[in-house]
């Protein structure tokens, strides 16, 4: 079946430290998306891709990098610089067709202790 | 900058009325809008698409109408059933290939 996978589902780490989030989708999509949601709150821009080699920052791009060298993969990084970094983090993809409906992963949950 | 607003407060209604979101947007008139449905610990699922010359669209229970005037999309479920309680979220292009969302409504619907 074709969908989006993320990976780890939970992750919780040490102040100081980074981590990366994986996110594999198999729809031939050209256009990635990182979302960050907080409780009671929408979803908020990090960064998207619209082809391979190329990304853009979104609203709240500070402390996270991403990378996209292969079309089907695009990880995120929250690095510690990220002063807030626990939150729900939403992989997306979809097609360069002007209206196109994103396709969501089921998310990563990550917990600073 | 471009702006979503959806109401933040919960919508409690009764199995089989109709439930009935808004979404409000300033700052921008966008080519469409799409409503997604979230469940608890789940990614959205997109439900609908309404272009801006659309008033209205229909998909079985679900219908969605935009205006462009009021700057505002309304979202129905008829015949709501406990199922359909979730979070509802809308969003809208805003140049390019970038998406915002609004916070989204949760809906709860009684049996």
């Known amino acids: 079946d074709g969908g989006i996978t993320q990976s780890p589902k939970y992750l919780f780490r040490k102040e100081g430290q980074n981590v990366t989030l994986s996110c594999e989708q198999n729809?031939?999509?050209?256009?990635m998306y990182w979302y960050r949601q907080d409780p009671g709150q929408g979803l908020r821009l990090i960064y998207y891709?619209?082809?391979?080699?190329?990304?853009q920052k979104g609203d709240i791009a500070e402390g996270y990098s991403v990378s996209r060298e292969k079309k089907e993969s695009f990880p995120l990084t929250v690095t510690s610089a990220q002063k807030n970094p626990t939150a729900f983090y939403l992989c997306?993809?979809?097609?360069?067709?002007?209206?196109?409906?994103?396709?969501f992963g089921e998310g990563s949950r990550l917990t600073v202790l | 900058s471009q702006k979503i607003e959806q109401n933040s407060e919960a919508l409690n209604i009764q199995e089989g009325k109709t439930a009935t979101l808004t979404c409000n947007y300033t700052?921008?008139?966008?080519?469409?809008l799409q409503w997604y449905r979230q469940d608890p610990g789940r990614g959205p699922v997109f439900l609908l698409l309404?272009?801006?010359?659309?008033k209205e669209k229909r998909k079985e229970r679900l219908k969605v109408t935009f205006d462009t005037t009021l700057k505002q999309s309304l979202f129905h479920i008829t015949a709501s059933q406990p199922a359909d309680s979730a979070t509802y979220l809308c969003?809208?292009?805003?140049?390019?290939?970038?998406?915002?969302f609004g916070a989204g409504t949760r809906l709860f619907v009684k049996a």
């Open positions: 997306a993809s979809r097609t360069n067709a002007n209206t196109g409906e994103l396709f």
């Open positions: 729809l031939n999509h050209d256009a």
């Open positions: 891709s619209q082809i391979v080699n190329d990304f």
């Open positions: 700052n921008y008139s966008p080519a469409y």
């Open positions: 309404i272009r801006e010359n659309e």
């Open positions: 969003a809208l292009p805003t140049g390019g290939f970038k998406t915002i």
